[in-house]
């Protein structure tokens, strides 16, 4: 049963408009969110993380919204540009368990 | 500053055959996890250690994978024999655990393909 979903595999969005990546989550306990980001061939890379206790955190172009009631975070990235496109993995993690539990990624093609 | 290094990068190996990746993680990182990521999936935790002691194996397949974390630093991940179901690409991070700091860094990751 997968505690962190990813439901949409691919996003296409044209240059300098907003990308919006969804994440949906099972277990109301995660103490906090990330986002990361991986380009073919490499690892992950870490893009933005949120806390539990927190509705939202920016840095620079990167927001990140996390409704609680909803168990539901976004990623919203403005403008987009043509190197954000990548495959983007929500994570959740719990303080507790001391691990990563990664959604299944969605894709971002940004097109010029 | 070093980021988390891998190697191989790249590994191709006849089913049965045993197969070792190593994984340097960024100094002063005590906490190193072995991830596997199947084409089309996240990646998904095989073992976690706090320094040298391993703190979260149960979804390590303990029959064939073995790891160990000599003095705290350094990491090998083990399987013998491999199965074709090997095939994936094995991450290798690192983190600080502190209170506020749940950031893990990847290494490239080594592609492991069985045939």
């Known amino acids: 049963d997968q505690q962190v979903k990813q439901n949409s595999p691919s996003l296409s969005v044209q240059e300098g408009r907003i990308s919006i990546l969804n994440c949906d989550y099972t277990?109301?306990?995660?103490?906090?969110f990330l986002w990361y980001k991986k380009y073919p061939a490499e690892g992950p890379t870490f893009l933005i993380s949120?806390?539990?206790?927190?509705d939202k955190n920016e840095d620079g172009r990167f927001t990140v919204f996390l409704n609680k009631s909803a168990k539901h975070l976004s990623l919203h990235i403005v403008p987009s540009q043509p190197g954000d496109s990548a495959v983007y993995f929500c994570?959740?993690?719990?303080?507790?368990?001391?691990?990563?539990?990664f959604g299944k990624g969605t894709k971002l093609s940004v097109k010029p | 500053e070093a980021g988390v290094v891998q190697s191989p990068r790249y590994k191709i190996i006849e089913k049965k055959q045993p197969v070792a990746f190593w994984c340097n993680p960024i100094?002063?990182?005590?906490?190193l996890y072995w991830y596997r990521q199947n084409l089309g999936q996240g990646p998904e935790l095989l073992i976690r250690?706090?320094?040298?002691?391993?703190?979260?194996d149960s979804q390590l397949p303990k029959d064939r994978f073995s790891a160990e974390r000599l003095k705290g630093v350094d990491s090998t991940l083990k399987i013998q024999p491999a199965e074709l179901g090997d095939s994936a690409v094995y991450l290798c991070?690192?983190?600080?655990?502190?209170?506020?700091?749940?950031?893990?860094?990847f290494g490239q990751g080594t592609r492991l393909t069985v045939v």
């Open positions: 250690y706090e320094n040298e002691e391993a703190v979260d």
């Open positions: 277990n109301s306990m995660f103490d906090y």
């Open positions: 991070a690192s983190s600080l655990t502190t209170a506020w700091d749940t950031e893990a860094f």
């Open positions: 994570a959740a993690y719990k303080r507790s368990q001391g691990n990563l539990i």
């Open positions: 100094s002063g990182h005590n906490t």
């Open positions: 949120i806390s539990s206790i927190k």
